[in-house]
Structures are given as structure tokens and as C-alpha cells.
């Protein structure tokens, strides 16, 4: 699965999670 900016950005503002984290997360 392909993530792109706007998934982790979606993400971050539902989580307030950092960039990384939230990228870790898509891509486990």
C-alpha cells in the first residue's frame, strides 16, 4: 500500500502524532 502526504496528514490531525509515527504506522 502506496501512503501519500495526505493519508499521513489526515492522520496527524486526528492523532496529533508526529510525522514519523504516523508514517510507521501506515506503513506497518
Known sequence: MAINAKDVQALRQATGAGMM???????A
Do not use: G
Not at 509515527?21 to 506503513?27: F, I, M, Q, R, V
Open 21 to 27: 509515527d504516523c508514517k510507521k504506522a501506515l506503513e
